[in-house]
């Protein structure tokens, strides 16, 4: 169930150096308005949310998705997803995934002008969602990229207050402007979009799409943040991208990536597993580490061999990888020591994914020393981990599950990253050995 809201002005038309003018208006409006409750303006941050919806958007121009343009990837979505896919030979998978995305572009590029147009009505920024707006924002800045003809930036405002306490005498209020047009438009804008952030309040930007360093308007954007929140599940490429956001963190932003706080009952788990003084003692005995997540993206896999490589002083020495069924990856790793680590990540083909791809789905910690107690496996409780068990290490390790948690949809996350105060250390340290991985690849 959604949270009742109070309307204080519904999405208006106006020009973009009409904005500010017209939101000062709507909270003059409530001065004197002595109604119960007082609606009153938020004070606790602003924030740009960049929402391309590109796969939406062509799904909807090509005829196969007759939905509004919201973002929502639910039923129509995955049927128009699966259309899609049989209308041009692809795998039946209804999922967003690289091969379709890219195969949608190609079509588009066919279409004449007249008929690359979007008519589905476009609902992005109208609104976000309750697991925001329960952190009382200020303002929210939408920046929707559109497809057709570059006819400039069109601007609409709005204003809400979602009813959180029934006992509290005042409603908290947040600002919604939506900035549309095409991407070379938004790109000439970067400065307007920059300057409607409040001077004096914490500056968010939740850039939905691959990092582009070389875009003007990512440039600016987070050059006037405090911090730029990613998500590594969208990538098609999370090898090319981590790098870029490494590149951003070595040049001192503040980068958060929601992807990061999937697989934190993995690490919890694998931390508690060497809690015990005899099996913490022989933690340096790993030696061979395998990782299995959903195929498709490698992003969370890569993350967390990042964060175990930091947590145990392994250094990258090299990385091979084989594209077959499970898309093989090898890296090697040197302890402090001197010692050998061999890491493996598969890709497991999943009947009936979820809507994030690549979860984490099984980890194994072994040593080929006999006498080390460090044996461990962790198994997704949903998906099991069927490589790992045909092995038969579950016999001889310590084998533990984890339960699915209950929300890793990414408005829910960027909730508790917008309650987070300073840097991730541990992500930062993690990425870093993610990225010196990547680069051995790349030679």
């Known amino acids: ?61 090509l005829g196969f998705y007759t939905g509004d343009i919201e973002g929502v990837n639910g ?13 041009y030979g692809l795998p039946i998978t209804g999922r967003v995934d690289p091969a379709t995305l890219t195969r949608l572009r190609e079509e588009y590029a066919k279409l004449p002008p007249e008929r690359a147009k979007l008519t589905n009505p476009d609902l992005r920024g109208l609104s976000v969602s309750d697991a925001i707006a329960a952190q009382n924002p200020c303002r929210i800045i939408t920046l929707c990229p559109t497809f057709g003809e570059d006819q400039g930036v069109t601007a609409q405002v709005s204003a809400y207050c979602p009813i959180l306490k029934k006992s509290s005498a005042n409603l908290m209020c947040c600002e919604y402007i939506t900035l549309r047009g095409t991407k070379a438009a938004l790109n000439r804008v970067g400065d307007v979009a920059a300057s409607l952030l409040i001077p004096d309040l914490p500056k968010f930007v939740w850039w939905k799409a691959t990092p582009n360093p070389e875009q003007e308007l990512f440039k600016k954007l987070v050059d006037c943040c405090q911090c730029i929140v990613l998500d590594s599940s969208y990538y098609t490429d999370p090898e090319a991208e981590f790098l870029k956001m490494v590149e951003l963190i070595e040049a001192g932003t503040y980068v958060a990536d929601l992807n990061w706080h999937r697989f934190g009952a993995w690490q919890e788990l694998t931390a508690a597993a060497y809690d015990p003084p005899e099996r913490r003692a022989h933690l340096k005995d790993i030696d061979q580490v395998m990782i299995d997540y959903e195929k498709g993206n490698p992003a969370q896999a890569l993350m967390f061999l990042g964060w175990l490589a930091s947590r145990l002083d392994w250094t990258p020495v090299s990385y091979s990888e084989t594209r077959d069924l499970y898309d093989l990856v090898h890296i090697d790793l040197q302890g402090p020591n001197g010692e050998l680590i061999k890491a493996e990540l598969a890709g497991v083909p999943i009947g009936d994914p979820g809507e994030v791809i690549g979860d984490l789905i099984g980890l194994s910690l072994t040593s080929s020393n006999p006498k080390a107690d460090c044996n461990t496996i962790i198994c997704s409780e949903t998906t099991g981990c069927m490589r790992m068990e045909a092995k038969g290490g579950a016999q001889i390790a310590k084998t533990e599950q984890v339960t699915a948690t209950s929300d890793q949809k990414a408005e829910f996350l ?24 990547l680069r051995l690849r790349k030679q």
């Open 1 to 61: 169930m959604s949270t009742p809201l109070v309307t204080l002005q519904k999405p208006k038309d106006i020009s973009i150096d009409e904005i500010e003018a017209e939101l000062s208006q709507i909270w003059q409006a409530q001065v004197g308005d002595h109604v119960v409750p007082v609606a009153t303006r938020a004070s606790t941050f602003s924030m740009v949310i960049y929402e391309p919806e590109e796969f939406q958007q062509l799904l909807a121009i």
């Open 75 to 87: 039923p129509m979505m995955k049927d128009a997803i699966k259309d899609a896919q049989k209308a």
């Open 414 to 437: 960027m909730s508790q990253q917008l309650q987070r105060s300073g840097r991730d250390v541990l992500y930062e340290e993690s990425m870093a050995v993610v990225a010196e991985m």
